[in-house]
């Protein structure tokens, strides 16, 4: 039997796709195709790369060297003062879409860097390219669109080509959905946790992994994408009715929400939301 206290974590995953400047810098989600302009002041991102380089630059960065660099999940304050500095010293940035990545940069005031595309699709062929550079002495970051790469994120395969290769993979922490999510659950007695991620699509499979689901007794961390949530939400109250549920959404942004309640009343609360 599972116990109550140990809660099921259902992220509400909609990517964000660009960055926006608001009033007091506050950043959010623009739709596809928005055109984002550098909107941060020069002088700003100057001070951004100089308090970056001051609290970073005294650590050594080999040459030769992948770095996995955390990104915002959605609040450009997030990304921490290392990160910066990387993505500044970096000879080139592997990321899962340049359209992304780039506006980012350009929040940063980080220009004249090469970016590689390497996402889900082309990841392990892409790898070549990435190791032909770190081959010359490049160093080379690697960012997902949000978050930490390589949690249901692309990004794994490249780091196990590169370490199979003989070169190093160095991490630069910050954003996680998933941890920023246990952090809010509430779980009192937290112990082991699952990260499940994303459900399969097909339905016996995803059938089966509910039951698994419902009968683990420990705390797991789902995602969702948004057009998918409710039925989630059914099927959860249907497999779980007593189980306590976090639904985390918009994390970081200025709608955010996080909610805790018995699985049984996940698709009132979404009806009525």
């Known amino acids: 039997m599972w116990a109550s206290r140990d809660p099921i974590i259902a ?3 909609g990517l964000p796709v660009g960055l926006q400047l608001r009033q007091r810098t ?10 984002v302009e550098p909107l941060v002041n020069t002088n700003h991102a ?9 609290a970073a630059a005294a650590q050594h960065y080999p040459a030769g060297a992948l770095y996995v660099v955390a990104t915002p999940i959605g609040n450009l304050a997030d990304i921490t003062l290392r990160a910066i500095h990387v993505l500044a010293l970096v000879d080139a940035i592997a990321c899962e ?8 940069l350009r929040q940063l005031g980080i220009a004249g860097k090469a970016l590689l595309s390497v996402h889900q699709h082309n990841e392990r062929d892409a ?13 080379v970051a690697y960012v997902s669109d949000a978050g930490t790469p390589a949690i249901s994120d692309p990004g794994a395969a490249l780091v196990a080509a590169v370490q199979a290769a003989k070169f190093r993979v160095l991490p ?20 082991p946790f699952t990260f499940t991620g994303f459900l ?12 698994a689901l419902a009968s683990t007794p420990h705390a797991q961390l789902l995602f969702e994408a948004p057009h998918r949530i409710e039925a989630l939400a059914a099927a959860l109250a249907e497999a779980c009715a007593g ?5 985390c959404r918009e994390l970081t942004k200025q709608f955010e929400t996080v909610a805790s309640m018995p699985a049984s009343e996940l698709p009132a609360w979404f009806a009525a939301d």
């Not at 959010?28 to 055109?35: D, K, N, S, T």
């Not at 100057?46 to 001051?54: P, Y």
């Open 26 to 35: 506050r950043f959010a989600c623009v739709p596809r195709g928005f055109v």
């Open 11 to 13: 992220l509400h995953q």
């Open 200 to 211: 399969p699509t097909r339905a016996g499979e995803r059938a089966q992994a509910l039951g």
């Open 243 to 247: 189980r306590t549920v976090t639904v």
């Open 127 to 139: 790898a070549s390219g990435v190791l032909m550079r770190l081959a010359r002495g490049e160093r």
């Open 46 to 54: 100057s001070l951004m790369q100089q308090a970056a380089a001051a």
């Open 97 to 104: 879409d340049t359209r992304h990545t780039a506006p980012l």
């Open 172 to 191: 630069v922490p910050g954003a996680s959905s998933a941890v920023a999510a246990l952090s809010v659950a509430g779980d009192a007695l937290v112990g």
